[in-house]
């Protein structure tokens, strides 16, 4: 099927950044401090790593098919079962993906904020919030990330840089950590955070030049990485390793243990939190936007906007099974560490068994073969 | 149906729709439905008093709540009265009476834990408490003393209270050092944080917010410290504060104090740039002293390994100004007199801060964080013979501690000699 090519590089770099920043940025430092103390930070960057070859796989994909998504050329390359099962195995873990990001922000709001409000209502509205410009099609998808994202930027860069002033550039050495303990497992965990690139793929056949998708990707994961990286150093310097460790949501302890100057606002979590709200925003609307793009793949259907609605209760219902925070995170650690298998050995098989039978997708306006017409 | 009908059914389910979304907040609060506490101050009880607290969070009875079974603690809470607060320097002046418009509601209650008894205190308050605002919490001597684990967890978990709050040791009890309220500023706890934020902008205290002590506590090669305040002044009314030197910890327990020229000596070992203490110096071969203010510092620490063995080097850099000189004849205007002053300061300063380090070894308390110097440059050594705050406390006791004090006269002041 032909789309209209009208996402420019910026759009789809944008979208990267803001869809991978999101509610992770909270507790990165906690769990990566937990693995590696004081290896925080360099944790962080090969987690990043990880997540970027997951990347790289998806847009080589993206630029052999540049007609297509996975959800379609997988059933080109492996056959129209095969395909549809990765499909499912897809819209599944996004759908638990989808959930846990909602569940994890409540989980914030009710802690920090908003402590009588019910946690479902927290939930369902953000829930909806995502659910209603996700029936839109993917230029207007692209142009909502590209809004965004000067406002989910820009506080954390703030808060990091006036945090620096109770800095101690001890808690940051020795880099490879005293004990660190779980260096492999955690890095798994920090690449699961960059599982919302996945993303790209949808953008990848509406770019008005796909053979630049690359550019986008090293970009977009750039920047976002390099701000999960700068987070996880100012809040490691102002806390130090211990401390870290026993915050559920350090990065959140560290806008509230940051001031303005001249005494303007003596702690930022408030307008931290408010912006950081955009980020979730973002990053759940991408994450229900492949759900539910997925979802019409898999039934052969054109068009997405019916299972906007139709996924929103199934999404919700699995977003309050976690009994508590700390199931929560255990899911999402476990959710986090199983989406990699989806996420970056699915594409490198399709990528592999691509390349042997010599697939490849038509280029340019042309008609591409196989399904959907 | 009739067309309109199908309208008017259309915007009636409209109307249900937003419904829901017009109800306001949740977490609504009027501000004077708030009982703002904006200080507490936490004393011992004696034993016997524990018979004559309230039973709100918990029971006699064995197998229902029994109380925690901890020492019991007295909380006095300062809960701002609405509109009396002044809010700007614009409605100071109104009413110097004191007596009748207090702006503050001191209340005291007991409990086991702080949440205990704020809880207990929540029972005979009509509004609800809130922590959101509050700016110090005072702790007697004697209850640091015996630690302060109870009080610690609440201020972590609850989400409303800011880490730039002060945690202040008195030596008497709490309660009274929490009332102390000068005419220059209205609200008691104000005038208490005014005078924290003043002393480190002056240089002359570390920056020391609740949140400064956590990091040192939870941190495996440094020990916290708070400020310690004594109340001066006999009479019950006219009672103020002196910040009267750092209360050494360790781990949550109040170990001991320094003298508060010690403060200079820490800030020095620290490097805290803002410098603002005065010390006298005899003038060498000559008669009558000199008083010195130091205003900028700089300071290097670095650890060095001998036969496996960390020794811990500091290198103080002050810059000083005279401010006065008891001797008028004697006179302080040539490079070799005042380069003899500078020898002297020196020594003297390199004294007084290895005093103030072998004082904190002796308790084991290492409140400059030598140890995370360690763990950051060595984790070689760290690793294979530390890894443990408790490890750490043995060993920093026995370490050999080098400083080297480098001490320039700036400036003179107004007169030339």
Redesign the interface.
């Known amino acids: 099927m032909n789309r209209p090519r009208r996402i420019t590089l910026l759009q789809a770099t944008a979208v990267l950044i803001s869809t991978v920043i999101g509610v992770g940025v909270l507790a990165l430092p906690r769990f990566t401090a937990q693995s590696m103390d004081?290896g925080a930070p360099l944790l962080t960057l090969l987690g990043l790593g990880v997540g970027f070859l997951g990347l790289i796989l998806l847009t080589l994909l993206g630029m052999r098919f540049p007609q297509q998504t996975i959800l379609e050329y997988s059933e080109a390359i492996l056959g129209k079962f095969l395909g549809r099962l990765g499909t499912l195995i897809l819209v599944l873990f996004f759908a638990l993906l989808t959930a846990l990001i909602a569940r994890e922000f409540g989980q914030v709001v009710v802690?920090?904020?908003?402590?009588?409000?019910?946690l479902e209502?927290t939930v369902l509205v953000m829930l909806l919030l995502a659910a209603i410009p996700s029936r839109n099609g993917i230029d207007v998808f692209a142009y909502i990330h590209q809004f965004y994202l000067p406002f989910i930027l820009a506080p954390a860069l703030v808060i990091v840089a006036l945090s620096l002033k109770n800095a101690?550039p001890?808690?940051?050495?020795?880099i490879?950590g005293?004990?660190p303990a779980g260096m492999f497992p955690g890095m798994l965990t920090v690449a699961a955070l960059f599982q919302g690139s996945f993303v790209h793929t949808l953008i990848i056949p509406s770019m008005r030049r796909p053979q630049k998708a690359w550019v986008a990707a090293l970009w977009g994961l750039g920047i976002s990485g390099a701000l999960y990286v700068v987070i996880a150093m100012a809040t490691l310097s102002?806390?130090?390793p211990?401390?870290t460790k026993?915050f559920f949501w350090p990065t959140l302890?560290l806008a509230?243990?940051t001031?303005l100057p001249g005494a303007v606002l003596?702690?930022l979590d408030a307008p931290f939190l408010i912006l950081w709200v955009m980020a979730v925003f973002t990053t759940l609307l991408s994450s229900y936007y492949v759900t539910a793009y997925g979802m019409s793949r898999l039934f052969n259907l054109q068009d997405h906007r019916l299972f906007s609605w139709f996924i929103l209760p199934f999404v919700f219902v699995l977003a309050m099974l976690p009994g508590n925070i700390h199931v929560l995170y255990d899911s999402i650690q476990w959710v986090g560490r199983a989406g990699l298998v989806p996420t970056i050995l699915y594409p490198l098989l399709l990528l592999l068994v691509a390349a042997l039978r010599g697939k490849r997708g038509a280029s340019g306006g042309q008609q591409t073969t196989g399904q959907s017409s | 149906m009739h067309p309109s009908g199908v309208k008017t059914i259309k915007w009636f389910c409209v109307l249900l729709l937003i419904a829901p979304w017009l109800t306001g907040c949740w977490d609504r609060t009027e501000l004077e439905e708030r009982g703002i506490i904006l200080g507490l101050g936490i004393d011992t009880v004696p034993p016997e008093a524990a018979k004559h607290e309230d039973q709100i969070t918990e029971t006699n009875r064995k197998d229902g709540f029994p109380p925690p079974g901890e020492e019991m603690i007295k909380v006095t809470a300062q809960i701002a009265v609405p509109g009396r607060v002044p809010l700007g320097p614009g409605q100071g002046g109104g009413s110097q009476g004191g007596g009748g418009q207090k702006s503050v509601w001191v209340i005291q209650v007991m409990g086991h834990t702080l949440d205990d008894a704020i809880q207990n205190l929540q029972q005979q308050v009509s509004q609800e408490l809130y922590l959101g605002h509050f700016r110090v919490v005072i702790v007697s001597e004697q209850l640091e003393k015996r630690g302060l684990k109870k009080t610690l967890d609440l201020l972590m978990r609850d989400p409303e209270i800011r880490k730039s709050s002060y945690l202040l040791v008195s030596r008497s009890s709490a309660d009274k050092a929490l009332t102390v309220a000068p005419p220059l500023e209205r609200v008691p706890t104000l005038y208490l944080t005014d005078m924290m934020e003043q002393a480190v902008w002056m240089g002359k205290f570390p920056q020391s917010f609740i949140g400064n002590f956590f990091t040192a506590y939870a941190a495996k090669g440094r020990e916290g410290y708070l400020p310690y305040i004594q109340p001066k002044g006999g009479k019950k009314q006219e009672f103020h504060i002196e910040i009267d030197g750092i209360a050494l910890f360790v781990e949550d327990k109040m170990v001991g104090k320094t003298e508060p020229l010690e403060i200079a000596s820490y800030l020095e070992i620290m490097g805290v740039e803002q410098a603002g203490n005065s010390i006298t110096v005899p003038i060498p071969e000559g008669k009558g002293h000199v008083r010195f203010t130091a205003f900028s510092r700089e300071t290097k620490k670095w650890v060095e390994m001998k036969k496996g063995r960390p020794h811990l080097k500091v290198s103080i850099y002050v810059e000083t100004e005279i401010d006065e000189k008891s001797n008028l004849l004697q006179h302080v205007d040539s490079t070799q007199v005042i380069k003899r002053i500078d020898k002297e300061i020196e020594e003297r300063l390199e004294q007084v801060s290895l005093q103030l380090v072998k004082k904190t070894q002796k308790k084991g308390s290492d409140i400059f964080g030598f140890g995370e110097r360690v763990r950051a440059k060595e984790p070689v050594y760290w690793n294979r013979h530390i890894r443990t705050n408790r490890k750490w406390r043995q060993v920093y006791r026995t370490l050999p501690v080098d400083i080297q004090v480098k001490h320039i006269t700036r400036r003179t002041g107004m007169r030339e000699r």
Do not use: H, I, M
């Open positions: 004081t802690a920090s904020v908003l402590r009588k409000t019910p209502v101690d001890l808690f940051l050495q020795p490879l005293n004990q102002v806390f130090g211990e401390l026993q302890e509230k243990a001031s003596e702690r």
